[in-house]
């Protein structure tokens, strides 16, 4: 065979790897590109982005396109191989000899280089190809029309089950994958995931619960309400009748200091009403009530009747923003990290805040930490009560009266955390 023909042939592999690099690069940048950011681009007037966007809509054939392509390029440089080197060159054992050579340029040149490249810059390229694509896939139309024909037969030997869309914990794996490739910064992707829970909380996971209610009762004085509002520094104070479980209405510290000024001493007076619900309500429903209303707190009753809690706009708000601090409260650091590694931590913080400082899965049916403590105790605990539990170490560093307020928790050793575990396996075996 003359060298003109084999220099030809050569060039013609060439080319047939680059249009197997071009297919396999395209393939990967469409399953790979990020369609929000492509509409972005489209909205902004570019015409390649909304191109690209068509074709995704049309995915099958699309992807039915590109393999038909790759399976033509790849077989052709692998048959033109073969008689490069048994024909052109004459070398013996050629069949063998081009396979080899074509799968190793292929794998490298055809398929891991491109595909490693389109998947660093999917958007770019997938724009790029989607013109000749668009060529392509209308050429192709009657072997498209096959493939989607073969498919709907599929479809009928193997059922699929029905599409439940996205998950929240798919959304919550795209934010921190977003978070971790720079897309989002901490705050950003904090208040996302927020945002994704914020309709799954209930209200009994955030309410103040009953001890904690600064309230005043309907026969208190002027004078005695001044005092519960210059102690407690809020700006609105339940109103109860007799018992904390009766509350009737609430008081707004302007409406009382307008009132006092007049030389208004009928307390009942100046009490508005108030807002009932249960501790099963979602918070995003309560949301809701509150802004419909007009109104900015909440009792929350048991299912006897009585008083639970209560909760205001600020603590729903606070579960999607943070925590709000103004200039009259008291900023309370509820995870305190001491020299030696230790914390030291607030009993009333969210057990699960508990469980993802130290990245542990922990189970209870507690909300606080308060309630996880007494789970693992067993009773109402006491100062310098100590246990293990979940990997941690945690000992009780104050309480009030039948309260625990604070403990003291550190991580055991992985080693020592096994030893205990086995420790107690041999307790329950022993009769």
Same mark, same amino acid.
């Given at each position: 065979m003359p060298e003109g023909s084999n220099l030809t042939m050569i060039v013609v592999l060439i080319v047939l +790897? =680059?249009?197997?690099?071009?297919?396999?690069?395209? $393939?990967?940048?469409?399953? /790979? #590109?990020?369609?929000?950011r492509l509409k972005s681009k489209a909205d902004s007037g570019n015409r390649r982005a909304a191109l690209t966007l068509r074709l995704v809509d049309q995915y099958d054939n699309l992807l039915s396109s590109i393999l038909v392509g790759n399976n033509i390029v790849n077989l052709s440089a692998s048959s033109l191989a073969t008689i490069?080197?048994?024909?052109?060159?004459?070398?013996?054992?050629?069949?063998?000899?081009?396979?080899? +050579? =074509?799968?190793?340029?292929?794998?490298?040149?055809? $398929?891991?280089?491109?595909? /490693? #490249?389109?998947?660093?810059?999917?958007?770019?390229?997938?724009?790029?190809?989607?013109?000749?694509?668009?060529?392509?896939?209308v050429i192709l139309t009657p072997v498209n029309f096959l493939f989607s024909l073969l498919k709907r037969l599929l479809s009928m030997v193997f059922h699929k089950e029905g599409d439940s869309g996205i998950t929240e914990e798919e959304l919550v794996t795209m934010v921190d994958q977003a978070e971790s490739e720079g897309g989002l910064d901490q705050h950003e992707s904090k208040l996302i995931r927020s945002a994704i829970e914020f309709n799954d909380m209930e209200v009994d996971e955030i309410l103040i619960p009953r001890v904690d209610i600064v309230a005043v009762e309907d026969t208190d004085t002027m004078d005695d309400i001044a005092h519960a509002f210059a102690e407690s520094g809020y700006?609105?104070?339940?109103?109860?009748?007799?018992?904390?479980?009766?509350?009737i209405g609430v008081i707004h510290e302007k409406d009382f200091h307008a009132a006092r000024y007049r030389g208004i001493e009928d307390v009942k007076s100046i009490t508005g009403s108030m807002l009932y619900t249960t501790g099963n309500t979602k918070i995003s429903e309560l949301l809701r009530i509150l802004q419909r209303e007009k109104a900015h707190m909440v009792i929350v009753v048991d299912e006897y009747g009585g008083t639970e809690g209560l909760v205001t706009l600020e603590d729903i708000v606070e579960e999607l923003v943070?925590?709000?601090?103004?200039?009259?409260?008291?900023v309370i650091e509820e995870?305190?990290?001491?020299?030696?590694?230790?914390?030291?931590?607030?009993?009333?913080?969210?057990?699960?805040?508990?469980?993802?400082l130290f990245a542990i899965k922990g189970e209870c049916d507690a909300n606080t930490i308060s309630g996880w403590v007494i789970d693992q105790i067993g009773r109402i605990p006491e100062e310098g009560d100590h246990f293990t539990a979940d990997g941690l170490d945690v000992t009780v560093t104050k309480v009030d009266h039948r309260r625990v307020l604070e403990i003291k928790v550190e991580m055991l050793p992985q080693e020592e955390e096994e030893k205990k575990e086995k420790g107690k396996e041999k307790e329950k075996d022993t009769p």
């Amino acid at each position: 065979m003359p060298e003109g023909s084999n220099l030809t042939m050569i060039v013609v592999l060439i080319v047939l +790897v =680059i249009l197997s690099a071009y297919f396999s690069a395209t $393939e990967t940048a469409f399953t /790979s #590109l990020n369609r929000i950011r492509l509409k972005s681009k489209a909205d902004s007037g570019n015409r390649r982005a909304a191109l690209t966007l068509r074709l995704v809509d049309q995915y099958d054939n699309l992807l039915s396109s590109i393999l038909v392509g790759n399976n033509i390029v790849n077989l052709s440089a692998s048959s033109l191989a073969t008689i490069l080197f048994t024909e052109g060159l004459r070398l013996q054992n050629g069949a063998v000899i081009s396979t080899v +050579v =074509i799968t190793v340029v292929v794998l490298i040149f055809g $398929e891991v280089s491109p595909k /490693s #490249l389109a998947k660093e810059y999917p958007e770019s390229f997938a724009m790029f190809s989607a013109p000749i694509m668009r060529i392509l896939i209308v050429i192709l139309t009657p072997v498209n029309f096959l493939f989607s024909l073969l498919k709907r037969l599929l479809s009928m030997v193997f059922h699929k089950e029905g599409d439940s869309g996205i998950t929240e914990e798919e959304l919550v794996t795209m934010v921190d994958q977003a978070e971790s490739e720079g897309g989002l910064d901490q705050h950003e992707s904090k208040l996302i995931r927020s945002a994704i829970e914020f309709n799954d909380m209930e209200v009994d996971e955030i309410l103040i619960p009953r001890v904690d209610i600064v309230a005043v009762e309907d026969t208190d004085t002027m004078d005695d309400i001044a005092h519960a509002f210059a102690e407690s520094g809020y700006s609105r104070l339940p109103v109860y009748h007799e018992d904390i479980d009766d509350i009737i209405g609430v008081i707004h510290e302007k409406d009382f200091h307008a009132a006092r000024y007049r030389g208004i001493e009928d307390v009942k007076s100046i009490t508005g009403s108030m807002l009932y619900t249960t501790g099963n309500t979602k918070i995003s429903e309560l949301l809701r009530i509150l802004q419909r209303e007009k109104a900015h707190m909440v009792i929350v009753v048991d299912e006897y009747g009585g008083t639970e809690g209560l909760v205001t706009l600020e603590d729903i708000v606070e579960e999607l923003v943070g925590e709000i601090w103004d200039e009259h409260d008291e900023v309370i650091e509820e995870f305190k990290k001491l020299e030696d590694g230790s914390y030291l931590i607030s009993c009333s913080a969210d057990l699960t805040d508990l469980f993802d400082l130290f990245a542990i899965k922990g189970e209870c049916d507690a909300n606080t930490i308060s309630g996880w403590v007494i789970d693992q105790i067993g009773r109402i605990p006491e100062e310098g009560d100590h246990f293990t539990a979940d990997g941690l170490d945690v000992t009780v560093t104050k309480v009030d009266h039948r309260r625990v307020l604070e403990i003291k928790v550190e991580m055991l050793p992985q080693e020592e955390e096994e030893k205990k575990e086995k420790g107690k396996e041999k307790e329950k075996d022993t009769p």
